[in-house]
């Protein structure tokens, strides 16, 4: 979830993978999935940078999971995060 602010000064989260679109006019409208709109009061650039460190985070976190493992009838599934190479390459 990323933070913003609405034209009342009121602070709400919203899921940045429901926002279709956005445009600056010259308040920043997000217009989300089903349609409806939000004017916040951030820049339509910071909005963009923040949802950019959001999907940063979600990837540091899911690079740092120990494996996960689950079972579906007689299959198991494992989730494993790929171990770092430090080697140089040419």
Do not use: F, Q
């Not at 034209?7 to 993978?17: E, F, G, I």
């Not at 899911?62 to 080697?87: C, N, Q, W």
Request: glycine share 4%; charged share 25%; aromatic share 4%.
């Amino acid at each position: 979830m990323i933070v913003v602010t609405g034209l009342n000064k009121k602070r709400w989260a919203v899921n940045p993978d429901m926002i279709e679109r956005m445009h600056e006019s010259p308040d920043t409208t997000l217009v989300m999935l089903d349609g409806s709109t939000h004017v916040v009061v951030e820049r339509m650039n910071d909005v963009i940078d923040m949802i950019t460190a959001y999907r940063a985070r979600v990837l540091a976190a899911a690079r740092d999971l120990p494996t996960i493992s689950t079972t579906y009838g007689s299959r198991t599934l494992s989730i494993v995060p790929e171990p770092e190479d430090h080697t140089c390459k040419p």
